[in-house]
């Protein structure tokens, strides 16, 4: 698919396929996390819905508040070339000083907080086929399934879609290698320290929800032995 061309109306994203337009309202509870022992079970590499592509998420931050959300960015590509053979830009961005960011390490979710059902809330989700920002929340299904789901401003008819997680060796489109073993062994280590008290706006927003459903289970997609072909 390119990304250096206006987008046809037969477009299909695919990270949020068909999640523009929807119109959304409540649903149930928002709070700060419960404190854990271990790192982030989200952290990691994960298959996007489509098969198309690969986030890795991880600390916002190595220090201060960005330390204590989520983030999450491209770095694996099923087709990393245009039909011109260069690689893949953020042509579709809503802002024209943008379209020439590389798709290969583009964040694509930002500001996850985390939640008392074990779920992150309140971030962001960016969809670079769309060239448009959703509101996001990640939970995990299971160890090796994850539910992602955007929405606008407050949940009703959001859209969720699994992420089935990638192996850690898997080859990132930048050319540079998986990090070794011993590596990512240290990092899941690091905890993101408790989140500090939300300010005021987050407040408000929390207030609006209401709060937040668990996603419902969504049929399991197959993972690939050694990832998508």
Avoid at 37 to 50: K, V
Avoid at 58 to 85: H, Q
Avoid at 129 to 154: M, N, V, W
Wanted: glycine fraction near 10%; charged fraction near 20%; proline fraction near 11%.
């Amino acid at each position: 698919m390119r990304h250096d061309q206006h987008v046809p109306k037969s477009y299909t994203p695919w990270l949020l396929t068909g999640i523009s337009g929807l119109f959304l309202a409540a649903t149930a509870g928002l709070g700060a996390a419960a404190p854990d022992t271990g790192p982030p079970r989200e952290m990691g590499l994960w298959f996007n819905h489509s098969g198309k592509g690969a986030v890795e998420i991880r600390p916002c931050a190595e220090t201060g508040r960005g330390s204590n959300y989520l983030c999450g960015f491209i770095v694996w590509l099923k087709d990393p070339m245009n039909k011109k053979g260069q690689p893949l830009s953020d042509g579709y961005n809503e802002n024209p000083q943008k379209r020439t960011r590389p798709i290969c390490g583009l964040p694509v979710l930002g500001s996850l907080r985390p939640m008392s059902d074990g779920s992150w809330d309140l971030g962001w989700v960016y969809d670079p086929e769309q060239g448009k920002s959703f509101d996001a929340a990640i939970q995990l299904r299971s160890a090796d399934s994850l539910i992602l789901t955007g929405y606008k401003g407050i949940k009703f008819f959001s859209k969720q879609f699994v992420w089935k997680r990638a192996p850690d060796d898997l080859p990132r489109c930048n050319g540079t290698a998986a990090a070794p073993a011993s590596d990512r062994q240290a990092a899941a280590k690091v905890r993101a320290p408790t989140p500090p008290l939300p300010d005021k706006a987050s407040v408000a927003r929390a207030e609006q929800m209401g709060g937040l459903v668990v996603p419902r289970p969504v049929p399991a997609v197959k993972q690939p032995a050694a990832g998508p072909r």
